[in-house]
């Protein structure tokens, strides 16, 4: 089976729902779960300058990779802390089964 988009599609998750009639005359049914995320190429144009293509400057990749950084960073100090507080936890357990 194919099939053709009249548009085109904005970036997030479809699911494409289909059904048939089987050659034995059955019904046949499914589903396709998909997502998009495509980087589209911003098109400006200047006067009296050719069509220039700009993507997203090095300013923005750094602002979105420092932001990605800082969740990381969030969630491994998170995990440290949840870590520590289970061997502080594990300690006093084992002192208070001795007396």
């Known amino acids: ?3 053709n988009f009249s548009t085109t599609l904005p970036n997030g998750s479809y699911r494409i729902v ?7 005359g059955h019904p046949i049914e499914g589903d396709v779960a998909f ?12 006067a ?3 069509m220039v293509s700009e993507t997203a400057s090095a300013t ?3 602002l979105v990779e420092s932001k ?10 998170i995990l440290l802390v949840l870590a520590a507080v ?6 006093y357990k084992l002192r208070v089964k001795k007396t």
């Open 35 to 46: 997502g998009l995320s495509v980087e589209v190429e911003k098109k400006i144009e200047l």
């Open 86 to 91: 289970l061997v502080v936890y594990g300690i």
């Open 1 to 3: 089976m194919t099939g």
């Open 68 to 77: 990605t950084e800082k969740n990381n960073d969030v969630r491994v100090t």
């Open 18 to 24: 289909w059904n048939i009639i089987g050659q034995d």
């Open 60 to 62: 923005e990749k750094k």
């Open 48 to 50: 009296n300058t050719p």
